[in-house]
Nanobody
Framework: VQLQASGGGLVQPGGSLRLSCAAS????????MGWYRQAPGKQRELVAT???????NYADSVKGRFTISRDNAKKTVDLQMNSLKPEDTAVYYC?????????????WGQGTQVTVSS
């Protein structure tokens, strides 16, 4: 399984960006896809996740500003980021995880840089 992320870049405070991630390979249909981020000197943290049954979860810091969406047929997950703040600056990682036959599978994309600065 491979995850290919795209869409990062430089944006001014208050601006918007959209991240996209596509999974390739065979994956269990009951899964969770989402986004995590890691800022310099900080631990990686959850941003948003969406399960294959459309249950979503957001970090408190992004609620109301970010929206996660996924297409199960295409095996993609997108993150629409609005009203971006300098503190959103980080490397964003796409993640796919599921449990099949009692074994946990956890995959990461290569990371895409998001910089919010004037």
């Amino acid at each position: 399984v491979q995850l290919q992320a795209s869409g990062g870049g430089l944006v001014q405070p208050g601006g918007s960006l959209r991240l996209s991630c596509a999974a390739s390979g065979s994956i269990f249909r009951f899964n969770s896809m989402g986004w995590y981020r890691q800022a310099p000197g900080k631990q990686r943290e959850l941003v948003a996740t969406a399960t294959s049954s459309d249950s979503t979860n957001y970090a408190d810091s992004v609620k109301g500003r970010f929206t996660i969406s996924r297409d199960n047929a295409k095996k993609t997950v997108d993150l629409q980021m609005n009203s971006l703040k300098p503190e959103d600056t980080a490397v964003y990682y796409c993640n796919l995880q599921y449990v099949q036959y009692g074994r946990r599978y956890d995959y990461w994309g290569q990371g895409t840089q998001v910089t919010v600065s004037s």
